[in-house]
């Protein structure tokens, strides 16, 4: 997975760059094609959920890793054809959102149940500092290169989840299914469990504050703060530091806590990042950038806490034969959550920064009404955090 997401970490920053720059596609088509393929996610997730409970997390997450590589290896020659660039990005999309439902759920399959969440943690912490790492050969490639070595990132992003879909192939063993799925109803059993409904909202509003931050916060400092570009790409490198060390500890700091108190603490931690960021355009100028970098920093300690939930919280509350179902739909809530943010963030921000944050302390505010609202129906012993 660390060398999966390193090929990420090459291409994901400059996949648009490549559609514009390399292939010659306008940004209001590239943009469109990727918003579609997005969308897309809302259809394929469910059915994700639902293959991966019938024909096993292993075998779909191998099946993610080459369905990525065909499709990102299709992009490398795409010619200027929307159609083609639809097939080749719909691919991709495809994969990944398999990936995000199968990979968790083997991660739950292979560790032991009272270190679950350590696992995910460290796999998150991993993950990230592949992309980070990724990220930073990828810019020294580019300024090496130039905009030609786009084509020489693609290549390696190709390589690389080939190379993990057969280590994953070849030295993963194959977890046995105890349990037909059918007795459990399917999605509609998932559907009417208010306690997964409930806490995937919430967990759902927490990745609406995450997205606000990741989206919006370059535009506010930019536009609105008037500072340098090079700034907002500092202040990520910060939040990838701190998920990529971070979340281990985080994990020791709320041991044997309540999964729904976790997400209040998490809606605590942003609503203080929120008000920091308001308040930016007062704070003098000679001292506002590492007062951004403090900000940042607090506002990642919400992150540090809500990721490692993402395959916690659903393998927590799932029978083990809809697991995967449970994934799909924490995995779905990203999907959604991409899909508005965009626009939520273009609309505050187009009246005043200060509203930007607003929004970001009222989506954390639902997170925290939402998760302790839930524990009318949630029994704290099922949803507890494993013990140190």
Known sequence: MWIEALGRGLFIYFYLLYLTKEVGFPLSTAGAVLSIVTALGLAVTPLA??????????????ASQFICAVGYAGL???????????????????????FWVGYPNLVSQIADPEHRDRWFAFMGMSRTAGVG?????????????????YKVLLGANVCTFAIAGV??????????????????????????????MLLATA????????????????????????????????????????????????????AGWRRTRVYVLCAAIWLIGAF?????????????IPYLFLAMVIASGGEVFHLPQNGGAPTALAPEAL???????FSLVWTVAGIASPTMVSLLLSVNGV????????????TAAVALYSERVIAPDVQRMPAR
């Open 355 to 366: 509203l930007l944050w607003a929004g970001m302390g009222a989506a954390a505010l639902a």
């Open 167 to 196: 280590i994953i192939l070849l030295r993963v063993s194959r977890i046995a299914r105890s349990r037909s799925t059918r007795e459990h109803g399917g999605w509609m059993a998932v559907i009417r469990d208010r306690r997964i």
């Open 49 to 62: 959920g639902s293959l991966v409970d019938r024909l096993g997390s292993k075998e779909m997450l191998v």
């Open 276 to 288: 920091l960021f308001a308040i930016g355009e007062y704070i003098p100028a000679a001292i506002v």
């Open 323 to 329: 697991r995967g179902r449970y994934l799909a739909l």
């Open 133 to 149: 790492l990724g990220g930073l050969i990828a810019s020294a490639v580019i300024a090496i290169v130039g905009t030609h070595g």
């Open 76 to 98: 490398l020659f795409v010619p200027h054809s929307v159609l083609l660039l639809l097939l080749n990005a719909g691919l991709i999309s495809i994969g990944e959102n398999i």
């Open 203 to 254: 967990h759902g509003f927490g990745v609406l504050v995450i997205l606000i931050v990741f989206q919006g916060l370059p535009l506010y400092v930019v536009d609105e703060l008037k500072l340098p570009g090079w700034v907002p790409g500092l202040l990520l490198a910060v939040n990838t530091g701190i998920l990529a060390a971070g979340q281990s500890i985080g994990l020791k700091l709320v």
